[in-house]
């Protein structure tokens, strides 16, 4: 997936009219991995993964350069544009959503069997208890097929806004306006639709094909609203000393599910409550 950073990166630099002989080592390096990456070998799941990346390389770094409003704003854009595309090259080969939820699971699957043989050198065969702790993730993993799109379409977005934050610090020059600082992320608030609808599509669709889809709109949504949560704290605890910065980063990681919920929580009350507006100051008194 990091083909969705390194190939609009290369394309923004590129079209930086690059200068100096850093930035053609990293004009250079960029696109022999690219088309080493291409050239490697790989399933279903990749195919998917790559036609995005090289949608998200030509129409996602033009709708950087190209398009209105900030940095979020044009990399929303681009990942609608290619998420479209993606979807439509895909009606015209034939695959159907659940084409990619099921190679999802054989994907896991072969992991898990990868795991199970990597335990077994040695000639010492894994104990019950670890077979059936790695058969239990490998199916509690297998559960989340439907919203892998959605979370594909979250990392192409990511990586959009790192490759327009990153490319001017290549280039020296900068072809798409630089993304602000990450207290201040923000977009429009009619995005909430997108946790509403897919969570209605998830409890009510059932086993119709708007299932999968509407997974997906959850996945994309829950995880934009976790960013912007994150984005709120990050400014709660801007002057908070960074060794109870590091526990509260830590801690998250043990209590992943609890956090993201509670990241996205946050970020949806942000829509509403606006915590990070400033506050007029008090006549007479100091701005607190």
Request: glycine share 12%; with cysteine.
């Amino acid at each position: 997936m990091t083909a969705f950073l390194f190939g609009p990166l290369t394309v923004l630099v590129a079209a930086s009219r690059p200068e100096g002989r850093r930035v053609w080592i990293w004009l250079v390096g960029l696109t022999v991995w690219l088309a080493l990456w291409a050239a490697l070998p790989g399933g279903l799941l990749e195919g998917v993964a790559r036609a995005a990346a090289a949608l998200a390389t030509g129409v996602g770094a033009m709708v950087l350069m190209t398009g209105s409003g900030p940095v979020s704003t044009r990399a929303l854009r681009g990942t609608a544009i290619v998420a479209a595309g993606t979807t439509a090259l895909a009606a015209i080969v034939g695959l159907r959503w659940h084409d990619v939820e099921m190679a999802f699971g054989r994907q896991w699957m072969a992991s898990e069997r990868l795991a199970e043989q990597f335990l077994s050198r040695g000639g010492t065969a894994p104990d019950a208890a670890t077979l059936e702790s790695l058969r239990t993730v490998g199916d509690a993993l297998v559960q989340f097929a439907p919203y892998f799109p959605g979370i594909l379409a979250l990392v192409l977005f990511a990586g959009l806004c790192l490759a327009a934050m990153l490319a001017p610090r290549i280039a020296g020059r900068s072809v798409a306006p630089a993304p602000g600082p990450f207290r201040e992320f923000r977009y429009n608030d009619h995005l909430v639709w997108l946790v509403i609808l897919g969570l209605v599509g998830v409890l009510f669709a059932g086993a119709t094909p708007a299932a999968g889809p509407a997974a997906s709109v959850l996945a994309f949504g829950v995880g934009l609203y976790a960013l912007r949560g994150a984005a709120v704290l990050a400014t709660a605890v801007g002057r908070a000393p960074r060794l109870f910065v590091g526990m509260l980063v830590v801690g998250s990681l043990f209590l992943f599910p609890f956090a993201l919920g509670g990241l996205t929580l946050l970020g949806l009350a942000d829509t509403w409550l606006d915590f990070r507006r400033r506050r007029p100051p008090i006549p007479g008194g100091l701005d607190r």
